[in-house]
C-alpha cells in the first residue's frame, strides 16, 4: 500500500503562468474541432508553464507475510470498500485460517491505521518495511518504529510506522536493515504518520523551521491512548458526519441479484441493464473521494489529486 501527502510535491514557489496560453488554447480548440485529438493532446502541453509542479508519492509500506505449506486459495480472495465507512477490507484464506487486513485514514488523528489478523491464535507471521522512490533515509528504533525521512533537496517529508501487536501473544525484532518482524501473533496494528516542511505557498521549502521527524513522533505519542477500536470510531464519527448528509434513491430495489457482483462487472452491464443502483454508487462514491481528498486545513482538490502513483507523472 502507498501514502500520499497533499503537501508533499515538486518545485518551489514561483510563477507558472504561460503569457502565450490563450493563443495555444485556440490552437487546442481547433485541432478537437476538426477531429485531431492526437495533435490536440501534444499541442495541450503548451498551455502550462515551464517547471509546473506536481504531487509526489510519498512512499510504502510494504509487507512480506511468511510463507506456509499450505497453498493460498485465490478464490477466497475479497477486497472491497466501505463507502458509508471509509473502510478498506481485505479477507482470504490460507488453510483453515481466515485473514482479515483494514485500513482507514483518519482526518481528525491525522493517521493511517491498518488492522491485520487471523481468526486462529498465533496464526500471523509477516515483515513489514518503509520504502520511497525518493531519494530517503530510514532507521528502527526500539518502540517497534520504522522512521524514513528524505534526504533531497526541495519539501522535506519524515514518515513513521508504529507496530503494535496482541498482548502476551507473538514477537516482534527489529533488523539492522530497518525492517521489523511479527512471528505467531494473533494480530497486529500498524500505525503510519506523515509529515512535510511545506508552510504555505509562498514559503521557500529551504526557509522551513520544522523538524518533520519530531512532528511525527509527537503526533504517535498522542496516538498511544486510543485503542484500534477507538481510532476507528474516531474516524468513523468525523467521516460519517459529512457522508450522511447526503444520500439518494433512484429506485426501490437493486436488479442485482448478488451483491458481490464486482464494479467492473457492473459497469459492463449497465449498457443492457442501466441499474439504477450503480449511478447512486459512482455518485457516493464521489462524495467519498471528495471528503477524503480535501478538509479544512489541507490543500483543495485539483485534477491531479493525491490519487497518482508516479513520482513524475506524465502530465507534469
Known amino acids: ?41 501534444t499541442s495541450a502541453v503548451k498551455l502550462s508553464g515551464e517547471g509546473s509542479n506536481a504531487y509526489q508519492l510519498l512512499g510504502d509500506i510494504n509487507f512480506k507475510f511468511h510463507e506456509t505449506d499450505v497453498e493460498y486459495d485465490e478464490t477466497t480472495y475479497r477486497r ?56 530517503h533515509r530510514t532507521s528502527a528504533n526500539a518502540q517497534n518504529q520504522i522512521v524514513m525521512e528524505k534526504t533531497e533537496d526541495g519539501i522535506k517529508f519524515s514518515a513513521v510506522l508504529d507496530l503494535r501487536i496482541s498482548d502476551d501473544i507473538g ?43 519530531i512532528d511525527c513522533l509527537n503526533n504517535l505519542e498522542q496516538l498511544k491512548r486510543y485503542s484500534f477500536e477507538q481510532l476507528y470510531s474516531r474516524h468513523m464519527d468525523d467521516y460519517r458526519n459529512l457522508f450522511h448528509r447526503v ?23 449497465f449498457k443492457t441493464d442501466e441499474d439504477p443502483s450503480l449511478i447512486e454508487l459512482l455518485f457516493q462514491y464521489g462524495r467519498y473521494l471528495l471528503i477524503s481528498c480535501s478538509r479544512p486545513g489541507t490543500q483543495p482538490a485539483n485534477l491531479q489529486g493525491i490519487w497518482n502513483d508516479k513520482v513524475y507523472p506524465p502530465w507534469e
Not at 474541432?33 to 492526437?38: E, F, L, M, S, V
Open 80 to 135: 472491497e470498500l466501505d463507502l458509508d465507512t471509509a473502510t478498506v477490507k481485505v479477507t482470504y484464506l490460507i488453510g483453515e485460517v481466515e485473514f482479515t487486513r483494514q485500513h482507514f485514514a483518519s482526518y481528525p488523528d491525522q493517521v493511517i491505521v491498518s488492522k491485520i489478523s487471523g481468526n486462529k491464535s498465533r496464526s500471523l507471521s509477516f515483515t513489514v518495511f518503509l520504502d520511497s522512490k525518493i531519494p
Open 247 to 269: 444520500s439518494i434513491n433512484l429506485s426501490k430495489r437493486s436488479t442485482l441479484k448478488d451483491s458481490y457482483v464486482p464494479t467492473s462487472d457492473r459497469i459492463k452491464s
Open 1 to 41: 500500500m502507498f501514502a500520499a501527502d497533499d503537501t508533499l510535491w515538486t518545485g518551489s514557489p514561483g510563477n507558472y503562468t504561460n503569457p502565450d496560453a490563450p493563443k495555444a488554447l485556440s490552437e487546442v480548440r481547433k485541432l478537437v474541432n476538426d477531429g485531431k485529438y492526437g495533435e490536440a493532446t
Open 171 to 213: 514477537t516482534i525484532t527489529v533488523f539492522e536493515d530497518n525492517k521489523i518482524k511479527v512471528e505467531g501473533c494473533d494480530w497486529a496494528v500498524i500505525l503510519l504518520v506523515a509529515s512535510s516542511s511545506f508552510e504555505d505557498p509562498f514559503t521557500n521549502p529551504s526557509d522551513s523551521k520544522k523538524d518533520t521527524t
